[in-house]
């Protein structure tokens, strides 16, 4: 069965009249009726009640109308999607930071599905991020923390849960054991991002620290997560958190990274897009694959 039969019956069956049905079809009218034969001599059946004065669909005519049309109809979808991705050359994607490994095996599964799309890579405050992806300067951006409710302009799609360790000096004295609770850090300094820079990880981790019983030491105010890390590893007693992605690719011989026991700390995030193309569609289908991957990792 070729989508040329199917597209000659449903365009007859429209048109009731093989001569009307050759001129849409820009075919000759021979061509027409021999591709529809083919169709019968196929599913060996007649599709057409033929008479010199009328042509009429035969009852398995009838019923196998809607199922051609569902075929055509998914041609029509797929050329429309292809036509898309050809017309496109640039995907400009808000990021966050932290991401790791997981930014890289992103990127690699969208542009192996997607070679001719150039990825536009664009750090921004999670305001500035939202209001791009709204009024379209951005097409897509992932979102931590609480996960927003779908608005008219944007969806907002859970990938994966952003696991969150302790850095701490080597030489302290918990950096020997290969778990730590929240409680055995309440007598530390605390070393964090200002919250107005990053609310829902500032919210989340002081949160903890109450839930575990304690308000924590505040330590001074991080820069970059290079200075928090240097001034930790310098020996003053102090921690911080990183996420596990980036742990795993600092090396740094003065500092050692601990993951919380249970329940542990996580950040969930989200892919935030306006309402999906095949473009989001494909990047949310490589983000999954990712989350997937690196969650794999953890355990």
């Keep these: 069965m070729e989508l040329r039969q199917l597209r000659c019956f449903v365009t007859v069956a429209e048109e009731l009249h093989f001569g009307r049905a050759a001129e849409r079809l820009l075919l000759g009218q021979p061509a027409v009726s021999q591709q529809v034969r083919r169709l019968e001599r196929e599913l060996k059946t007649e599709l057409f009640d033929r008479s010199p004065r009328h042509v009429r669909l035969t009852p398995a005519g009838e019923r196998f109308l809607p199922a051609a049309r569902r075929v055509l109809a998914a041609e029509d979808a797929a050329r429309a999607v292809a036509a898309?991705?050809?017309?496109?050359?640039?995907?400009?994607l808000g990021t966050i930071t932290g991401l790791g490994d997981r930014l890289d095996r992103i990127l690699d599964t969208f542009q192996q599905r997607t070679p001719a799309v150039r990825v536009e890579l664009h750090a921004l405050p999670v305001r500035e991020r939202l209001a791009e992806l709204a009024d379209g300067r951005l097409d897509a951006a992932f979102v931590r923390g609480a996960i927003p409710e779908d608005s008219a302009e944007l969806?907002?799609?859970?990938?994966?849960?952003?696991?969150?360790?302790?850095?701490?000096?080597?030489?302290?004295?918990?950096?020997?054991q290969p778990g730590i609770d929240l409680a055995d850090l309440a007598d530390l300094p605390l070393r964090l991002v200002a919250r107005r820079e990053h609310p829902a990880l500032v919210d989340l981790?002081?949160?903890?620290?109450?839930?575990?019983?304690?308000?924590?030491?505040?330590g001074p105010a991080s820069s970059t997560l290079q200075d928090t890390l240097a001034a930790i590893g310098a020996g003053t007693p102090?921690?911080?958190?990183?996420?596990?992605?980036?742990?795993?690719?600092?090396?740094?011989?003065?500092?050692?990274?601990?993951?919380?026991?249970?329940?542990?700390l996580a950040l969930p995030t989200a892919l935030a897009v306006r309402r999906t193309g095949p473009l989001q569609r494909l990047l949310l289908a490589a983000c999954r694959n990712a989350g997937v991957s690196c969650d794999d990792q953890d355990r």
């Excluded at 898309?84 to 400009?92: G, I, N, Q, Y």
């Design 84 to 92: 898309d991705l050809a017309a496109t050359t640039d995907f400009r």
């Design 155 to 176: 969806r907002f799609v859970p990938v994966w849960d952003e696991q969150l360790v302790v850095a701490l000096p080597a030489r302290h004295p918990l950096a020997e």
């Design 205 to 218: 981790v002081l949160g903890a620290c109450r839930r575990a019983g304690f308000t924590p030491v505040p």
């Design 238 to 264: 102090m921690w911080t958190v990183v996420y596990a992605a980036n742990a795993r690719r600092t090396s740094h011989p003065r500092i050692v990274f601990r993951p919380l026991r249970a329940p542990g």
